[in-house]
C-alpha cells in the first residue's frame, strides 16, 4: 500500500477560458515524519514567486523554509503535531499575492504566513493578513514603506530594510571608484525605495547620479529605458530590480555598446542573472561580460551557523547563491518557537510570542540547536534565538534592528562573497 505524501504543496493559479482556477501542481519535498506525529498537521502559508519577475527565486526561498519545517518534523513537530508548508504563487504582482493569501487563510486554514518577497505584494498581502490576525514574516521584503504599514503588529520581517542596504550600496559605489552611477529601477516599493536611499548617500562630494528611470514589469525590451541610462555616460549602471526584466536590460545595455560597470543590489543576485544570459558559466571569459560586477544582499553576522546551513541546504537541495533562504529558514524556525511558547497554533497566539522568542534576554539558541531552543521553550524558560540570518532582534514595528549587508562579486559567472558589514542601531 502506497503512502500519503506529505510536505510541500505548492498551488499554481492559471487562467482558462477566462477565469482564473487555481489547480494543484505538485506536491514536493517528501517528509519522513516521526513516528509519532500522527495528529493533525499544523499549517503555515508560503507566498513565493513561482511565475512574474521573481520567479527565480521563488523556489529556492521556498525550499529554505521546507529545510526548516524538515528539521522541525524531524525532532518531533511542535506541540506532538507536525509543520505543514503550503505555498501559493504570487506570480510577483499584489494583486495575485493578496487573492493567494486570502486562499491560504480562507480554504487551507494555515495559522501564520512567510512572505510575500517583493515588497509591494507583501504590503498588499498585509491588507487580507492584519484583519484576520494572520502573522505574516517577510524573509526579503525590504522596501522602508513597510515600517510605516498600518497592520496592527501582524506583519515582520527576517531581512534588513533598505534603509540599510541603500547607504552600503552607495558607499560600496563609492569605494569602486564610480563618480556617475545612472540607476534603473522596478517601478514599485522595493525599486523606488531603494534607489531614493542610494541616491541620498551617493550624491555629493564629487559624486553624481546622472540618469535614475524607472521601469515597468514584464515589457518584452527596454531599449528606450537603456538609452536614457547611455546618453548620461555613467562609469556603472545600479540596476534595481529583478532577473527576467534585469536580463533583458543587462543584453541591451551591451547590444547598444555599453562598456562600464554593473552594480547590483539583492534582486539580481545568484543564478538567473549568474550564471544567466549575460554571463554563461560555460563560454570563454570574453562573453562573461559581468565578471567583476559588485553587488550588496541581506548576509549573515553569525559565519559558523551559516555555514552549517548552506552545507544542509545543499545536500537537501543543492547549491544556491538566490539570497533570503536563511530569512526564510528562519521566519519557520520563529514561528514555531511562538506556537511552543504559546500552547496553541493561532494567528493571535503566535503573534503575541514572536519577540519573546526572539529578542534578548532570554538564553541564545542557534543553527543546529533546534532541539534544545524547543525543549527550552516547553520547560518554560525564556529564550533568545540567534537566526542563521543574524540576530532577529524586532522592534515595534516588526523591523529586525541589527543584521549584516553581505558584499559579493561576480567571478566565473557565480556570486563570490567579500565582505560582512554589520548594521543597525
Given at each position: 500500500m502506497e503512502r500519503e505524501p506529505k510536505g510541500l504543496?505548492?498551488?499554481?493559479?492559471?487562467k482558462e477560458g477566462g477565469m482564473r482556477k487555481t489547480v494543484l501542481a505538485a506536491i514536493l519535498v517528501l517528509t519522513s515524519l516521526a513516528g509519532g506525529l500522527a495528529q493533525e498537521p499544523i499549517k503555515i502559508g508560503g507566498l513565493f514567486p513561482l511565475t512574474g519577475g521573481l520567479a527565480p527565486y521563488g523556489p529556492a526561498i521556498a525550499q529554505g523554509a521546507q529545510l526548516a519545517v524538515d528539521q522541525i518534523n524531524a525532532l518531533g513537530g511542535v506541540l506532538g503535531r507536525p509543520l505543514e508548508l503550503v505555498v501559493r504563487d504570487t506570480a510577483t504582482s499584489p494583486d495575485v499575492g493578496r487573492d493567494a493569501a486570502a486562499k491560504l487563510i480562507q480554504i487551507d486554514g494555515v495559522v501564520a504566513i512567510?512572505?510575500?518577497?517583493?515588497s509591494g505584494?507583501?504590503?498588499?498581502?498585509?491588507?487580507?493578513?492584519?484583519?484576520?490576525?494572520?502573522?505574516?514574516?517577510?524573509?526579503?521584503?525590504?522596501?522602508?514603506?513597510?515600517?510605516?504599514?498600518?497592520?496592527?503588529?501582524y506583519v515582520f520581517r527576517t531581512c534588513v530594510s533598505d534603509a540599510l542596504q541603500g547607504i552600503v550600496l552607495a558607499q560600496l559605489a563609492r569605494n569602486l571608484g564610480y563618480k556617475k552611477v545612472a540607476i534603473i529601477y522596478v517601478n514599485n516599493a522595493y525599486g523606488k525605495g531603494l534607489a531614493d536611499v542610494f541616491a541620498r548617500h551617493f550624491a555629493g562630494d564629487g559624486h553624481e547620479v546622472v540618469a535614475s528611470v524607472p521601469y515597468e514589469e514584464g515589457k518584452p525590451s527596454y531599449r528606450g529605458e537603456v538609452e536614457q541610462l547611455l546618453r548620461a555616460q555613467p562609469d556603472a549602471i545600479n540596476l534595481i530590480g529583478y532577473p527576467v526584466d534585469g536580463n533583458k536590460m543587462i543584453i541591451e545595455a551591451l547590444e547598444m555598446g555599453y562598456e562600464g560597470e554593473f552594480l547590483f543590489p539583492?534582486?539580481?543576485?545568484?543564478?538567473?542573472?549568474?550564471?544567466?544570459?549575460?554571463?554563461?558559466?560555460?563560454?570563454d571569459c570574453t562573453e562573461q561580460f559581468l565578471n567583476g560586477a559588485f553587488g550588496t544582499a541581506p548576509g549573515a553576522l553569525e559565519v559558523a551557523a551559516r555555514a552549517d546551513f548552506e552545507a544542509d541546504y545543499e545536500a537537501a537541495f543543492g547549491p544556491s547563491g538566490i539570497p533570503f533562504r536563511a530569512e526564510a529558514y528562519d521566519a519557520v524556525v520563529l514561528i514555531a518557537l511562538a506556537i511552543q511558547a504559546a500552547g496553541e497554533a493561532s494567528g493571535p497566539a503566535i503573534q503575541a510570542k514572536l519577540r519573546e522568542v526572539a529578542n534578548p534576554p532570554g538564553q541564545e539558541f542557534t543553527y543546529g540547536q533546534l532541539a534544545e531552543a524547543l525543549a527550552a521553550v516547553a520547560a518554560g524558560q525564556d529564550i533568545n534565538w540567534q537566526g542563521v540570518s543574524g540576530p532577529v532582534t524586532w522592534d515595534e514595528h516588526g523591523d529586525v534592528i541589527t543584521g549584516a549587508i553581505e558584499i559579493w562579486t561576480v567571478s566565473h559567472c557565480h556570486v563570490r562573497p567579500v565582505w560582512i558589514v554589520e548594521v543597525g542601531e
Open positions: 504543496l505548492i498551488y499554481l493559479p492559471y512567510i512572505g510575500a518577497l517583493s505584494v507583501t504590503m498588499a498581502v498585509a491588507s487580507v493578513t492584519a484583519p484576520a490576525h494572520i502573522p505574516q514574516i517577510s524573509p526579503s521584503s525590504t522596501s522602508p514603506a513597510i515600517t510605516e504599514l498600518a497592520d496592527e503588529d539583492d534582486g539580481m543576485k545568484g543564478e538567473g542573472v549568474t550564471p544567466g544570459p549575460a554571463c554563461p558559466a560555460e563560454a
